[in-house]
Every structure is written in C-alpha cells, then in structure tokens.
T-cell receptor
Framework: DAKTTQPPSMDCAEGRAANLPCNHSTISGNEYVYWYRQIHSQGPQYIIHGLKNNETNEMASLIITEDRKSSTLILPHATLRDTAVYYCIVRAGGYQKVTFGIGTKLQVIP | GAVVSQHPSWVICKSGTSVKIECRSLDFQATTMFWYRQFPKQSLMLMATSNEGSKATYEQGVEKDKFLINHASLTLSTLTVTSAHPEDSSFYIC???????????????FGSGTRLTVV
C-alpha cells in the first residue's frame, strides 16, 4: 500500500467546514483512497473512498487532485461529534491488509 | 450495511489467565478478517490476518503462540490471548473484508473493539 502523510492535528469551529488533507504521492493506478475515522475508544468507521473522481456521500466529500497525489476530506458542517482521529489510507481492492498511519486528530471547537 | 460484532467490549482478567475475543460478521461472509491492537494515544497496529479454514498470518514481532487466532467459519474469527500479562492490556479491534460482498464498496468494516485489562 502507498504511504500517506497527514497533519497530526487540526482544529475546526463547530458549524464550519473541516478540510483534512492527505498526501499520497506514491499512489498506484489501481489504488483507492479511503478515509476512516475513529472516535475515542471505538472501532474505526468508514467515511468515504474514491479512485480519481470526486465523491460525496451523506457524511463527507472527497476531493482527489488530478494527478492523484493528494486528496482532501471535507466535512461540510462540523459538529462536536465529528471530533475524532481521521485516517487516510490508500490501497487496492480485495483482501489486502490495511496499515494505519497516525492520522489527523480533529478537534471541533464550540 | 456490513456489520461486524465484537465481544466482549471490555474484559478484566488476572495475570496468567487466557482471554478469548470473538469477531462476527453479521450480515455477510468474511473470507478474511484482521486483528489489530491499539495502545493509548497510538495508531492501530496490525497483528495478524485471519483466513477462513487456514492458519493466520502474523505480522513481524507478534507472538503466534501467545495470540491464538482461529477462523473456523466464514462469519467468526476468535483471538485468544494466552497467559495474559499486564503488558498485554490494550484495545483489540477486528475487521472484516467486505470483498466477499457482491455490493461491498467500503473495503473493511471494523468491530467496536475490546478493552483488555490484565491485573
């Protein structure tokens, strides 16, 4: 799996958009970008994933640059419940194991 | 959506005893499951990959005789921590690959984790 780089921490005001960046400059053509988050003392939760097109679901939007070397997860209206560690992972599909980096600790501030 | 159930959610055991943690895929069959360990303020560390009907593949540095993994069916994998010691106290998390699901798109679904405290 390609290695990813994320800022260790970020703050965001409640109600504002949270933009979490991820660099994955060594991503391969068949690797997807996945985002998960982990709220304290819980298992990771899937948020969104994409290959090269931007994606949106009920939780977030994923913006992938044209060269696919970086991406941004956008939480449009952050709430206090969005405080968590967010992990950006790149991997091919199938049964391959997932290696987690340190992620970004997002603190949503009232 | 895919659901993975993990039990127990927390357990306290005496040093020297063994503890079994169960991971079940509730609405899909999981050929492959993964076990992670997470120490406080650290990221998830992959311990082993569990394949149904075959021996688990352990990551470097993980003692296979201490962390016994069994994946006897397509919906159940177990992790047994044998002769537990205080340094084994950690948060253990399982995940299942949804590659088996015809409509699976999220890659992996995680259990809610088990907090193990060895006293």
């Amino acid at each position: 799996d390609a290695k990813t780089t994320q800022p260790p921490s970020m703050d965001c005001a409640e109600g504002r958009a949270a933009n979490l960046p991820c660099n994955h400059s060594t991503i391969s053509g068949n690797e997807y970008v996945y985002w998960y988050r982990q709220i304290h003392s819980q298992g990771p939760q899937y948020i969104i994933h994409g290959l090269k097109n931007n994606e949106t679901n009920e939780m977030a939007s994923l913006i992938i640059t044209e060269d696919r070397k970086s991406s941004t997860l956008i939480l449009p209206h952050a709430t206090l419940r969005d405080t968590a560690v967010y992990y950006c992972i790149v991997r091919a599909g199938g049964y391959q194991k997932v290696t987690f980096g340190i992620g970004t600790k997002l603190q949503v501030i009232p | 959506g895919a659901v993975v159930s993990q039990h127990p959610s927390w357990v306290i055991c005496k040093s020297g005893t063994s503890v079994k943690i169960e991971c079940r895929s509730l609405d899909f069959q999981a050929t492959t499951m993964f076990w992670y360990r997470q120490f406080p303020k650290q990221s998830l560390m992959l311990m082993a990959t569990s394949n149904e009907g075959s021996k688990a593949t352990y990551e470097q540095g993980v003692e296979k005789d201490k962390f016994l993994i069994n994946h006897a069916s397509l919906t159940l994998s177990t992790l047994t921590v044998t002769s537990a010691h205080p340094e084994d106290s950690s948060f253990y998390i399982c995940s299942a690959s949804t590659a088996d699901r015809p409509s699976g798109v999220d890659g992996y679904t995680f259990g809610s984790g088990t907090r193990l405290t060895v006293v």
